[in-house]
């Protein structure tokens, strides 16, 4: 394989954003995540001629139009395919190449939680069995044993700060491995609560969106290791521009400490190419309990069903 792709919409597509930059870090092979829709209508911007292409395509149903539409396109174009889905007898479970169905983490609800963390898992584990990454294994291995203790403070913290009602806009900033959490932190909070939300590289939200930073926006910083220096410099400027500051990170100094308003130390030791699906309960349940103080269902948002079906458009 020269190459490999990730795709996939919605909660699918952050998984992938979320899967790529680990997948590359850790097996030197090309590596990107595009929408599944680019797959086919625009091919020549994701497809390199006489390049041995792997698409790993990621829908917790199946079934999402999109992903079908770009599982058989890529077929068609000899390019083998890895399906993560959470559904068996699926068009992705059925019709792949190679399926991990991941029944286990299937969830009822319309927005996707549980199922969301064990597609990023997924994708972890098989960039680490490919790169034979011992220590990365080792450090997929010992999530649960980390993640366990803190649930309780992942509930109180998410609650904590989902009812507070007086932050009406909000920001998940976030580099590297991170930035895919950031984007489907976003998500869960437009989904949920229907408030605007934005996400974007930690560095690049001073250029213009930290325009709209002011005591009504929340600042979530998903803190790195590899460029932690200059994300807590961010910090320190959100939270000069009036900003409320939400920090999640491994392990607290005095810096993060005195600028931000919450905090979540998970301090788990482990890589940052390990430790992200930690971050993901707290702004969750941050998201649900901000949905229920505006009186929404966070189960049911508006608009939206368990999967998306545009083939009435086709």
């Known amino acids: 394989i020269d190459e490999v792709i990730f795709t996939g919409c919605g909660s699918g597509y952050n998984a992938s954003l979320c899967g790529a930059p680990i997948f590359q870090t850790l097996t030197g092979i090309s590596t990107h995540a595009v929408p599944a829709a680019d797959t086919y209508l625009f091919p020549h911007s994701v497809l390199s001629d006489g ?7 990621i829908s917790r149903s199946g079934e999402t139009t999109e992903v079908v539409h770009s599982l058989d396109y890529l077929h ?4 083998r395919i890895l399906g993560i889905t959470c559904t068996a007898g699926s068009p992705l479970a059925s019709r792949s190449d190679l399926a991990f169905v991941l029944s286990p983490v299937v969830e009822r609800s319309v927005v996707t939680t549980r199922s969301l963390t064990g597609m990023i898992l997924t994708t972890q584990l098989i960039a680490a069995i490919i790169a034979e990454d011992e220590a990365t294994m080792d450090d997929l291995q010992r999530l649960p044993m980390v993640c366990k203790p803190h649930m309780q ?6 609650k904590t700060i989902g009812q507070n009602e007086g ?6 900033v976030g580099n590297g491995p991170f930035f895919g959490h950031a984007h489907e932190s976003q998500l869960k909070v437009k989904e949920m609560t229907l408030l605007p939300v934005d996400s974007y590289p930690v560095l690049d939200f001073r250029h213009g969106p930290q325009s ?9 910083v998903f803190i790195s290791d590899s460029a932690r220096k200059e994300e807590v410099c961010f ?10 500051t939400w920090v999640l990170c491994d392990r607290v100094d005095n810096s993060i400490q005195e600028n931000a308003d919450y905090l979540l130390e998970v301090n788990s030791g482990l890589s940052e190419l390990a430790r992200g699906v930690l971050y993901m309960p707290p702004v969750q349940y941050m998201a649900y309990y901000r949905a229920l103080s505006r009186g929404h269902n966070p189960d049911e948002p508006r608009n939206l069903s368990y ?8």
């Open 235 to 244: 910090l320190q400027d959100m939270k000069a521009l009036g900003g409320v």
């Open 212 to 220: 709209n930073v002011d005591g009504q926006m929340l600042v979530a």
């Open 51 to 57: 390049r041995r292409s792997l698409a790993m395509l």
């Open 153 to 158: 403070t992942f509930h109180e913290l998410g």
């Open 167 to 172: 932050l009406t806009k909000y920001a998940f």
């Open 307 to 314: 999967w998306v079906d545009t083939s009435i458009c086709t």
């Open 76 to 79: 068609d174009q000899g390019i």
